[in-house]
């Protein structure tokens, strides 16, 4: 069973007294190579089910399965594992490590797994085919806002997970680099057998995505 499961999910936030249901008895699953979009208004609660999916919020009930365990009841060092070697991240801000260059954060993910072998082929490799060989030492200051995305989905991509979530990716981009962007992902994903997961408002992003759901009344809806 090589899956990700979401089992009647629901997720209330309680702040100041007051309760907001966010997610309701949802349920997902994502086999290997899936590449599902998420839409919804903002606010409908695409980030927060991402960040259940991916260990990171916990849910108010449901389950997670991830290749038929329940991750219920592990400690937060064990979900941490879990999301170091299964999992991977991509945000509408880059997230890049500012005082690390372009190399450093793509080795970043194998340098925490203790995963050296071969580090400097795999990220030489991966830079490669981001297009960014020649900017491997610079910090990512120097780098335009498409250029920092790339390295971000290098980031994630460098220890091959089996899934990536992708929470409004191309958001801060223009036409062109999005669709950059997105074409990077997909050809990645494909070439590895990596599902994807993107919460995203952008049409073109979304026709490209195999599953597509919109996420509305805290709930999913496949359109
Ligand atoms: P989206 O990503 O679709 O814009 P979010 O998942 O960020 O939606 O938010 C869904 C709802 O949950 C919103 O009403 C938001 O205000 C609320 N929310 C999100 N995170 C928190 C939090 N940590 N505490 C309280 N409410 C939150
Ligand atoms: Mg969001």
Redesign the pocket.
């Known amino acids: 069973m090589n899956n990700l499961k979401a089992i009647n999910i629901s997720k209330t ?1 309680s ?1 100041d007294g007051y309760d ?1 249901e ?1 997610l309701n008895e949802l349920n997902l699953t994502i086999n290997k190579g899936d590449t599902v979009a998420i839409s ?10 991402l960040q259940i999916l991916a260990l990171l919020d916990k849910q108010s009930s449901g389950s997670i399965e991830l290749n038929g365990d329940t991750t219920d009841n592990l400690s937060s060092n064990q979900k941490s594992q879990i999301r170091l070697n299964n999992f991977g991240f991509v945000y509408q801000h880059h997230h890049l490590l500012e005082d690390l260059s372009v190399y450093e954060n793509i080795a970043l993910p194998l340098q925490l797994k203790g995963d050296l072998l071969d580090l400097d082929i795999k990220v030489r490799d991966l830079a490669k085919s981001i297009g960014l060989s020649n900017r491997l030492n610079h910090l990512p200051w120097k780098l335009s806002g498409g250029e920092k995305q790339r390295v971000a989905v290098a980031r994630a991509m460098i220890n091959k997970p089996q899934y990536i979530f992708l ?1 409004e990716p191309t958001g801060n981009l223009d036409k062109k680099n999005a669709s950059n962007i997105q074409k990077l992902v997909m050809e990645l994903s494909h070439d590895n057998g990596i599902a994807l997961i993107v ?1 995203t408002h952008d049409n073109d992003f979304v026709s490209l995505l195999n599953r597509k759901y919109y ?1 509305d009344n805290r709930g999913l809806v496949s359109i």
């Open positions: 936030y702040i907001i966010v919804g208004q903002s606010g409908s609660g695409k980030s927060t089910l929470d919460a996420l």
